[in-house]
Nanobody
């Protein structure tokens, strides 16, 4: 298993911002597809964003979220702006050996998740 460790979650008011981090020790983040997914209570895990040589975003977060990576730190980030209550979920970092994808089953490595709560 390749440990992926997320951090940066928390409670934020609507309209606020958070930056999630995913430290990918043992996995070269620059040479793999890295993605973010989220799962709200009672809902299925859904795609948020992914990065390889390009980026891919879910329609629900386009223009508000930005995925990026720091190859020197082997870390992937998710900058989340203009947060809405419907963004509340556990956010998971994932790594894939294959192609850029928005399907959870195409990802091989998963972190434990970090809670993001958007509420006033």
């Amino acid at each position: 298993q390749v440990p992926l460790v997320e951090s940066g979650g928390g409670l934020v008011q609507p309209g606020g911002s958070l930056r999630l981090s995913c430290a990918a020790s043992g996995l070269t983040a620059s040479s793999r597809v890295m993605g973010w997914f989220r799962q709200a209570p009672g809902k299925e895990r859904e795609f948020v964003a992914a990065i390889s040589w390009s980026t891919l975003y879910a329609d629900s977060v386009k223009g508000r979220f930005t995925i990026s990576r720091d190859t020197a730190l082997n870390t992937v980030y998710l900058q989340m702006n203009s947060l809405k209550p419907e963004d509340t979920a556990i956010y998971y970092c994932a790594g894939a050996r294959g192609r850029l994808s928005n399907y959870p089953h195409e990802y091989d490595y998963w972190g434990q998740g970090t809670q993001v709560t958007v509420s006033s």
